[in-house]
């Protein structure tokens, strides 16, 4: 029978999740596991996590499909995946020199079953169904930005196409939920 852990918290670093099982590379963090996540298999056995935290860590990573695919074997199915990335029109996306990865709106349309982009470019069989994107979750920047953060979040793929060059936000949050 497979140990059931509940929340993962992937690349945690020194500000592990309460009550989640915390992994990074640096031994340094106090991390609950030391794993370099660009290894696989992760030493977790299948069906393991209910929650799943990537805070600013896929973009550091070389394999973002495999990576993707690993989070969906450790998951049990329903699972929530969070992921915190760099949006890939902010400064802070490129400012990083470790950083190998940018995000958009639609980065994860390839593992959305519903998704267009995933029937052309079949790249990987796992499945996830995005709940929700938000941009800023947890950066603020002042009133205007502030504006512009609410009309990204009500309709990302227009300020995307259309504003985001002007008034570009610093990260994106991916809410993914496994489909097995």
């Known amino acids: 029978m497979n140990q059931l852990y509940k929340i993962l918290d992937l690349g945690c670093g020194t500000r592990k999740r309460p009550g989640a099982i915390g992994v990074d590379i640096n031994p340094a963090t106090g991390a609950d ?3 370099d996540l660009g290894i696989f298999p992760y030493p977790f056995t299948d069906d393991s ?3 799943v935290y990537v805070d600013n860590v896929l973009e550091h990573l070389d394999n973002v499909i495999k990576t ?3 989070l969906h074997r450790i998951s049990q199915p329903g699972a929530v995946i969070k992921v915190i990335v760099p949006y890939f029109k902010s400064r802070w996306a490129f400012i990083d020199p470790t950083h190998k990865h940018f995000f958009t709106v639609g980065s994860f349309s390839y593992f959305d079953p519903d998704s267009e982009v995933s029937k052309v470019y079949p790249y990987s069989k796992v499945r996830f169904k995005p709940i929700k994107i938000i941009f800023n979750e ?3 920047r002042g009133w ?10 009500r309709w ?8 985001a060059n002007f008034f570009p936000l610093d990260d ?3 809410y993914l939920r496994v489909l097995k």
């Open 49 to 51: 996590f209910t929650e």
């Open 138 to 140: 947890t950066v603020e």
């Open 33 to 35: 596991i030391i794993h």
């Open 156 to 163: 990302p793929d227009a300020y995307e196409r259309n504003l």
């Open 172 to 174: 994106i949050t991916f």
């Open 144 to 153: 205007f930005m502030s504006i512009v953060k609410k009309i990204a979040n």
């Open 68 to 70: 993707m695919e690993e």
